[in-house]
């Protein structure tokens, strides 16, 4: 049964969100969860079956995450011990299958910049039997062997991970989810809003906390800051950003509960997304190129575009960070 | 004897300046260039003379360029073949004295960006035996020993020059600038404000030819497109902004010459020039890092750090160039 959403335009319509609105959109995503695992199943996962192995496991991710979500977010509506149980499972599948998602990704962006920063092949002439041009094939050539071998390591894992009798426990949750959500003996007169409101409320206080005014100031150097440091892994400074990324995924999806879908599809809080999400990958890119330019024997060339790459992804971050900072500002002036 | 300069703020008064006034700003000039020239002898160039030897080569480069920019802007008011003598040499002198200086900025920059790309110690723990903090210790080490030499290659250049026979023979003309500046026969009857203005018409021109509307859009990664071009001489995209640089100067030193010493300093007009400065310095010191990264067995952290640095640099050129934009859209908007 269908319950009806609030206008998210008009906040005063329909205060009260009942907790059937929740159960109603945690079962519709359970649905979605086991249509793309038979997907997944019956794909194959070689030849035209590849892509569409991929596109199953984005849609499982999609809605694990999305269930995982609103049993946080909504976590006292819920039968406590079911919903503490199930969250970190969820967790544990979508960061699975995101893995060789990301790997694939990163490789791909490191590719696209390499030939970004590469001279076109008419003006190089025979440039590429030069060094440094030779550098960024080397380059390239590293990271394709580092980050698909990475990839074909995640692929297996995924694919244990979904035979594992760990998987189909949780599937089995999953599947009486899909017809009865486990609802906390108080749900019957509790209302969502104030629990959203609680969702968006920590999405504002960590971006309040944010370097905005830095970061609203191009060119700041932020992103490039200790682009020299000896560990190749992600930034500390980069963390309050990955955390805003994930508590505004948190109240696009409570908006999604309360709301409907359009809710999430507002244009304003998808710019704002998609810039963290820019400014994870280009981190995680960064960090890639450094590793990679650890590798023990490389050709000065090879290091030397890798230290280019590097630098070109935390530039990426500190664009991806303005971007963020021009679509939260224009949602905070537009709001008022 | 003193003319009276129109009032910069005030277009419409004394619209005809005569070249009485050139003549008066010629002659200053001269025994400025006379004056930094008999301090540059006295101060020997050991020890504490190394400093007031610096300032009189940079007072001497100054005076130069004015007289040199003077020559150019009005040349229909001066004696023709005289002038044409002049300008080359003037402008081999200051060449050969920027060069210098030009070597010493760029390795303190270099300097000042490895440091700041280098991980605090306090945060580094011992990292400074890890091997890409190595790496820019390194790069420094290898930037300094290729950008002292150089250095002192042009140092030498320069004491030579001023001890030459093409030296004392311009010397000599500039001598007798002081005393008597040689105009046209037609002079007498003519006004600068048409010159000027046809100065300010050749930047505004080239300003108009610049890709202002991609400078003005943060983040566009123009500066560092071709960044592994095998080529480490500046970029070919750079030239029009250098180009700029020069006709800006041009056009404060034709304001000085109209409307006082007082005109050149107007702020929008110095805030555009620093932009410019820093677009050729940073085009300069990139170009040096991937220069060195070109030389022979360098340990590939050395060349990661030079990657880095590199495309540090590209970065600062990119945000000159908006640093530009914004002063020139500024100064744009002010005047109309």
């Not at 269908?2 to 906040?11: E, F, L, W």
């Not at 960024?136 to 074909?152: C, E, H, M, Q, T």
């Not at 998987?167 to 749900?187: I, Q, R, S, Y």
């Amino acid at each position: 049964m269908a319950h009806r959403h609030p206008d998210p335009a008009d906040p005063t319509a329909g205060s009260t969100v009942p907790a059937e609105v929740l159960a109603d959109y945690l079962r519709a995503q359970a649905t979605e969860f086991l249509r793309a695992l038979r997907l997944h199943r019956e794909s194959g996962g070689t030849g035209n079956g590849a892509r569409k192995s991929a596109d199953a496991a984005h849609a499982l991710r999609r809605s694990a995450r999305r269930i995982s979500g609103s049993l946080h977010t909504f976590r006292p509506l819920l039968e406590e011990s079911w919903a503490e149980e199930l969250r970190p499972e969820l967790a544990w599948l979508s960061g699975t299958l995101a893995r060789e998602h990301a790997h694939r990704a990163c490789l791909e962006r490191l590719l696209r910049a390499l030939h970004r920063l590469s001279p076109r092949p008419a003006d190089s002439g025979d440039a590429d039997r030069d060094g440094l041009t030779v550098g960024a094939a080397k380059a390239a050539a590293l990271l394709d062997r580092r980050l698909s071998l990475a990839r074909s390591r995640a692929h297996s894992t995924a694919l244990r991970a979904l035979d594992s009798s760990r998987f189909h426990a949780m599937a089995d949750k999953v599947a009486v989810l899909a017809g009865d959500v486990p609802l906390a003996p108080t749900a019957a007169a509790a209302d969502l809003t104030p629990l959203a409101a609680a969702a968006e409320e920590r999405l504002r206080a960590a971006v309040a906390a944010l370097p905005l005014v830095t970061a609203g100031s191009p060119y700041n150097a932020e992103g490039l800051v200790h682009g020299l440091s000896p560990d190749p892994s992600p930034h500390p400074q980069d963390t309050p950003w990955h955390q805003v990324r994930l508590l505004l995924r948190l109240h696009r999806y409570a908006r999604e509960v309360v709301h409907g879908p359009d809710a999430s599809a507002d244009p304003r809080l998808l710019t704002a997304g998609r810039a963290l999400d820019r400014h994870r990958d280009a981190s995680k890119a960064a960090a890639a190129a450094a590793a990679a330019a650890r590798t023990p024997r490389i050709a000065p060339a090879t290091a030397y575009a890798l230290g280019v790459l590097h630098a070109d992804q935390r530039h990426e971050v500190e664009a991806a960070r303005f971007a963020f900072q021009q679509a939260w500002q224009k949602q905070t002036v537009d709001a008022d």
